[in-house]
Structure formats: C-alpha cells, structure tokens
C-alpha cells in the first residue's frame, strides 16, 4: 500500500494500519494457497505425497484465514481510531512494537507447520509444534504470545478511546474488545473429558468467531457507511447497539447448535436452533436503512454544491455491500440449512458444514476487511473520489463468483453424503466410502478445485490493484 501521503492527527497509527492490512493481504494470499493444494491433494491423493501431508494443509489453509482475519480487523481499528476519536492513538510505539512481535511469531509458526509437521505427541508437541485443536492449533507459546498482543492491542484502544471523544462506534468496540481477548482464553486449556474440552473449545470456535467477530463487523460497517456515503451517525450507531443487543443475546444461546452431539442436556436443540440463525439479522437491517436514507439524497446538493448521494469509493462500497448480502446467506441462510437438530443428525460432519464454513467466513468477514483495505489505500493515496479499476471488477468479480461456485459445489457434495452415507447406509464405514466415490461427490470436489483457481486469480488482480491504486489516474476523480 504504497506512497504514504498521510499527515497530521493519527498519521502514525494509519501507518501502522498500513503495515497490518499489508501482512494480511500476504496471509490472505498464503490462506487460499494452502487451500488450492488442499483441494489437489483431495482429487489426486498422491499430490505433494510425503512432502506435505493433506492435514498440514488443512491446518494452514484454516488457521492463515483467521490469523490474516485479525490481523486486518486490528488494522481497521488502528485506522478508523483517529478518526473516531480526534487524536493520535496512545501508546503507537508499543502498538508498532507488538506488530512485528506478532508477524514474527506467525512467520516462525507457519514454518514449524512447513518443515516439522508432526511432534512426538507430548508435552514438546503442544508447546513447540501444534495444539491439534481445529481453529486454535497454534503450539502454546503462540497462544500466550497472541494473548500479550491482543491485551496491547485493547490497551491502547482504551486509553485512546478514554482520552478521545467517545462515539458510539469505539464504544462497541471498547466492550467488544474485552469479550475479544477473553474468550480466546477458552481454548487455552485441556480438560480430561472429552465432551467438557468441547465444550470449552467452542466457545472460542463459536463465540470468539460468530459473537465478537460479527460485533466487530457491525462497528467497521457502521464507520464505514458514514465515511463512504455521508450516513447519518445515530441510524447505523442505533443498529450496532441492536446488533450488539442480538449478537450477545442470541450468539450465546445460538451456541447450543454446537452441543447437539457431545452430550449436554437435550433442551440446547431448541434453544440452538431458534437462536442461531437471528444473528446477521442487525447488520442486514442497518444496511437497508442507510440505504434507503441514501437513495432520498439522488439529485441533491449541500451548501458547497456537492452531490449529496456520491460513492466516495466505489470498490469498498462494492465489497461492503457483498458482506450484507454474504453475511446473511453464508452465516444466515447456509448456517441454517444444518442448524436443526433434526437435519443436523444426517448433515452433521458432511460437507455442508464446509459449504457453511466457507460462505461465512469469506461473507461475513472477508468481505469488509478487503472493504477496509479500500478505505486505507484511498485516504493512505490522497483520492478524493476512487472509483472502479478494471482490476477491481474483475477481482471482486472472481473471488465473490469463485466463493459462491465453491459452496454450491460443496453443497452438492454433503447432499450426495446425507443421501448416501446417513439416510441410505446408516452411517456406517461402508456408506462413507461409497459416498466419498460417488459421482456427483467426485465431481463437486473438481468443482470445488476448479472455483478455488478462480479466487486464487481473483487474488492476484486484488494484490494488483492495492499496489497500482496510487499510480492509477482511473482510479481519481
């Protein structure tokens, strides 16, 4: 995110935005990597044999998407900081200190997963080499290593928020930040029994994920409207409080849809089921609004004679207005399609859960950080107005398009496995394995390989964009 104009107030912790979003767009491009040699290794089983293995794939792919995710949202916050509040952010030389703190750990991490792999299954193992625990697998000195840069990252959060003016928007962020740092905490212990480890382990997979995470999101969006399209500050500030209400009400009994099969009492079913599908709810409404809010402005002016209803970047415009329509049909739509305790008992493990999995990490999530990444390069380059590239279509195009394929894809492949492996065969090894070589299985996993070489390339004319913008007169207006 090259040629830095920034001055004045908050141009340090803009800077340092600048150096998260730039390591997370890397991690983003590592992210789909591991996961296009995953999807090979699944079609041809001999692919990188003995060089490496599918399951350190698996984990590179899964937990590169969540460390590029952080990364970013605490480079959103680092921007949008200065501009909430109307001063620099406190303590930005230990902010800066613990980016490359952070970076480090995960470069070494990453190569530990490359060229060790697998440790001898003791105590060594979890402290040096991995966790094995899906999601969190980082080996414990990362874990307490991630735990010290997300308490810096909250301190000066609060101590700029504190000293600052006060919106509504680092308000969220403020609370939100505290549930942030302290569920990660959950998965930072072993229990004996495997049903309460679970239990614990999903508080961080579902609550760290679906009720922070999507608070967090209602927050960028909510900044993000009013940067982009002038919103009116107390409609998106009175949906992120709905948002946080639901998310913090519905998101914590919406996690029972999680303990159906690891032995909690049978009432989590309903509870689970009627709860767990409210969450992007808010976030759709607030859209809605100011848009609606928006359209009533075509054609007017304000007293400089400016155009009240333009787009002041069309690109993050673009990609925020996917994470309403991916939110609610990956975290919404596609979550609920298993979410039922009476469907879950055939689809639970299939490849539905991965078609949910994928649609709302990249629609929730993705979606408006590379949003963020937009809003960064236009104020980082001095554009005024940005608008579209030919890179920009076509990236956006091609990594929304590729998702969508890879879901249907996917969606396809758990349906042939609750038709042939539970409902048929009882879900037993048998009716695995015939599953697994079913045609249409098969088929939807070339499928799968195939949308994944689409976002791969959706990829490189995203990176392309983000290095060009400041060089790109079609950019400006």
Request: some cysteine; charged content about 10%; proline content about 2%.
């Given at each position: 995110?090259?040629?830095?104009?920034?001055?004045?107030?908050?141009?340090?912790?803009?800077?340092?935005?600048?150096?998260?979003?730039?390591?997370?767009?890397?991690?983003?491009?590592?992210?789909?990597?591991?996961?296009?040699?995953?999807?090979?290794?699944?079609?041809?089983?001999?692919?990188?044999?003995?060089?490496?293995?599918?399951?350190?794939?698996?984990?590179?792919?899964?937990?590169?998407?969540?460390?590029?995710?952080?990364?970013?949202?605490?480079?959103?916050?680092?921007?949008?900081?200065?501009?909430?509040?109307?001063?620099?952010?406190?303590?930005?030389?230990?902010?800066?200190?613990?980016?490359?703190?952070?970076?480090?750990?995960?470069?070494?991490?990453?190569?530990?997963?490359?060229?060790?792999?697998?440790?001898?299954?003791?105590?060594?193992?979890?402290?040096?080499?991995?966790?094995?625990?899906?999601?969190?697998?980082?080996?414990?000195?990362?874990?307490?290593?991630?735990?010290?840069?997300?308490?810096?990252?909250?301190?000066?959060?609060?101590?700029?928020?504190?000293?600052?003016?006060?919106?509504?928007?680092?308000?969220?962020?403020?609370?939100?930040?505290?549930?942030?740092?302290?569920?990660?905490?959950?998965?930072?212990?072993?229990?004996?029994?495997?049903s309460v480890d679970q239990y614990w382990w999903w508080w961080v997979i579902h609550l760290w994920v679906e009720a922070t995470w999507e608070v967090y999101v209602g927050a960028l969006a909510a900044y993000g409207l009013i940067t982009m399209l002038g919103a009116h500050r107390k409609v998106v500030e009175m949906w992120l409080w709905i948002e946080v209400t639901m998310l913090f009400g519905s998101g914590i009994l919406g996690m029972g849809h999680h303990y159906f099969w690891i032995g909690t009492p049978e009432y989590w079913w309903e509870i689970g089921a009627l709860f767990s599908a409210l969450e992007p709810l808010p976030l759709v409404a607030m859209f809605i609004h100011v848009l609606y809010d928006w359209g009533k402005t075509q054609g007017e002016q304000d007293a400089q004679g400016q155009e009240l209803s333009v787009?002041?970047?069309?690109?993050?415009?673009?990609?925020?207005?996917?994470?309403?329509?991916?939110?609610?049909?990956?975290?919404?739509?596609w979550g609920f399609f298993h979410t039922l305790p009476q469907v879950n008992l055939y689809t639970h493990?299939?490849?539905?859960?991965?078609?949910?999995?994928?649609?709302?990490?990249?629609?929730?999530?993705?979606?408006?950080?590379?949003?963020?990444?937009?809003?960064?390069?236009?104020?980082?380059?001095?554009?005024?107005?940005?608008?579209?590239?030919?890179?920009?279509?076509?990236s956006v195009s091609l990594l929304s398009g590729g998702m969508m394929g890879m879901t249907v894809a996917l969606t396809i492949a758990g349906y042939v496995q609750v038709l042939v492996s539970r409902a048929q065969m009882g879900a037993t090894w048998a009716g695995y394995f015939d599953g697994q070589s079913g045609m249409w299985f098969a088929q939807a996993m070339d499928w799968r390989l195939i949308m994944g070489l689409v976002m791969f390339a959706g990829f490189a004319l995203l990176a392309k964009d983000f290095l060009t913008t400041g060089k790109n007169p079609v950019h400006q207006r």
């Open positions: 995110m090259a040629n830095n104009h920034l001055t004045g107030i908050g141009s340090e912790s803009k800077q340092l935005a600048t150096w998260y979003f730039t390591f997370a767009a890397i991690l983003f491009g590592a992210q789909l990597l591991f996961g296009l040699v995953a999807a090979i290794q699944y079609v041809m089983p001999g692919f990188m044999f003995e060089v490496l293995d599918f399951s350190v794939a698996r984990m590179l792919h899964i937990n590169a998407l969540v460390v590029w995710m952080v990364f970013a949202m605490f480079g959103a916050v680092y921007w949008l900081l200065p501009d909430e509040t109307g001063i620099e952010t406190v303590g930005i030389k230990i902010g800066k200190l613990l980016f490359w703190v952070f970076a480090a750990a995960i470069v070494v991490v990453v190569l530990v997963y490359l060229f060790i792999q697998v440790g001898p299954a003791d105590e060594m193992s979890i402290w040096f080499i991995h966790e094995g625990r899906e999601y969190i697998e980082a080996p414990r000195w990362a874990d307490f290593g991630i735990v010290v840069v997300a308490l810096g990252f909250v301190a000066n959060l609060f101590l700029t928020g504190m000293k600052g003016k006060q919106t509504g928007i680092v308000t969220v962020l403020m609370a939100d930040m505290i549930a942030f740092a302290g569920l990660y905490l959950c998965g930072m212990f072993f229990t004996d029994n495997i787009i002041r970047n069309k690109p993050a415009f673009t990609w925020f207005v996917l994470n309403a329509f991916g939110n609610f049909l990956g975290a919404g739509i493990g299939t490849q539905f859960t991965s078609a949910h999995g994928h649609l709302a990490f990249f629609g929730a999530y993705a979606t408006i950080l590379i949003g963020m990444m937009y809003i960064a390069i236009q104020g980082t380059n001095g554009i005024k107005i940005m608008n579209h590239t030919r890179s920009s279509i076509w």
